[in-house]
């Protein structure tokens, strides 16, 4: 540890995910001594504001981690494959956003509010899961400890933030374009994202499932150290900027009726209930976007199996769904000393 705090490098800074990692660890006022912003040559010499002061990129090299304490990376699997051992080897701690290391038996894959324990185990890298699994393990953790999961069914309901800067930028002129009557741009998307919904994210495997898909039946049994809870996933992409929806059927091992999972959901950490649709009050991505909570409403029995729920869940994909739970990680690797 520096003197005044913590050296900390930012990989991947200029992208939406890292800008946002710089801007999680002022307003959580992480413990920083000295902030190291890293970026391929393309992004050398812009800059980022943190507590004030303008703070330059560098290009990312064998030799940027040297005297670096944590280093939160968001620049993508190949970066991470490539830098992060470099970095680890160096004595630094990464926090790796990608999904390269995410299976990894090795590499612990941690939502502090679910499974904390886990970071104690790292050998240098840590994952951060896929942004979908994070806001769902993140409302399911109270009803798996108290009565089990057997089986999830999600759907989900995925902003173009998830793909990138690129892809924010693509949904807006296409909207305006076809206000203005125009030829519709398409660089990011198979299809057209405006006013559509595209069930493809990620490659498809000869499953017949997506990447994305095959990524929060992993994660999910993973984080939750049960490899036996059955998961059935479909992702899908909507022309939401920010916040990540979820339709979520879970049945569970024991009895549980829904005053008692609001009642667990509303204590739970990082959780926000909102549910009274009668008020027409449920979680919305507008809502969300900007926000560190896990937003669950529309908790309801599922009538279809004799010990379901179903919940409708929703959080910022860019912040609690990246950038935040990864500061949210460094920060429990403070109060472990594991640092």
Known sequence: M???????????????????MVRVLEERNFPVSDLKLLASSRSVGKELTFRGDKVAVEELTEKSFEGV???????GASVSRQ????????????????????????????????NPHAVRGHQGII??????????VVALKPIQDAAGIKRIVVTTFQAV?????????ELRLQVEALVRGEPLPRQVYPHQIAFNCLPHIGSFLDSGYTEEEMKMVNETRKIFEDPDI???ATTVRVPVYY?????????????????????LLKRADGVQVVDEPLAARYPMPLDAAGRDETFVGRIRKDISVENGLVLWIVADNIRKGAATNAVQIAELLVREKLL
Do not use: W
């Open 2 to 20: 520096a003197r005044n705090g913590y050296r900390v490098a930012v990989v991947g800074a200029t992208g939406a995910v890292g800008t946002t």
């Open 69 to 75: 304490d944590v280093a939160l990376f968001s620049a």
């Open 83 to 114: 830098f992060a051992p470099i970095a680890a080897r160096s004595g630094c701690v990464v926090v790796d956003n990608s999904s390269a290391f995410r299976m990894d038996p090795q590499t612990p894959l941690v939502v502090p509010e679910v």
């Open 243 to 263: 916040g990540h929806s979820e339709s979520v059927a879970v049945e569970t091992r024991k009895p549980l009726d829904v005053k008692e999972a609001v009642a």
């Open 127 to 136: 994952a951060n899961p896929n942004c979908s699994t994070i806001q769902m």
């Open 161 to 169: 933030s998830g793909t990138g800067m690129k892809a924010i930028e």
């Open 230 to 232: 059955q998961v059935c």
